[in-house]
């Protein structure tokens, strides 16, 4: 059973940066796509970015395009989601999760999920 643990969340100031960090363990992580999602008080489950099983292709929603970067190091089981140029807009509980679906952009093609790092940005 797959297992991811998210960490490096926090409150910044607009405009500063965060990186989050998706630790897996319990199965082969490099047989996953890897995706991060947002989840305002209030709103729907968002998709943010995700990562191809072996980092070489990445994908991100429109509006955190040129201000987030993810990768990957399947040798150490972890992804990262580098956050730069925050806005309070972003402040929302950030998931990472597990598909075996090649271009997974839904949550339900999701199987494994972390249990959220929050991230809140001040104004």
């Known amino acids: 059973q797959v297992q991811l643990v998210e960490s490096g969340g926090g409150l910044v100031q607009a405009g500063g940066s965060l990186r989050l960090s998706c630790a897996a363990s319990?199965?082969?992580?490099?047989?996953?796509?890897v995706g991060w999602f947002r989840q305002a008080p209030g709103q729907e489950r968002e998709f943010v970015s995700r990562?191809?099983?072996?980092?070489?292709?990445?994908y991100y929603a429109d509006s955190v395009k040129g201000r987030f970067t993810i990768s990957r190091d399947n040798a150490k089981n972890t992804v990262y989601l580098q956050m730069n140029s925050l806005k309070p807009d972003d402040t929302a509980d950030y998931y990472c999760?597990?598909?075996?679906?090649?271009?997974?952009?839904?949550?339900?093609?999701?199987?494994?999920w972390g249990q959220g790092t929050q991230v809140t940005v001040s104004s």
């Open positions: 999760a597990g598909s075996t679906w090649l271009f997974p952009d839904r949550p339900s093609q999701y199987s494994y």
């Open positions: 990562i191809s099983r072996n980092g070489g292709s990445q």
């Open positions: 319990g199965g082969t992580f490099g047989n996953f796509v």
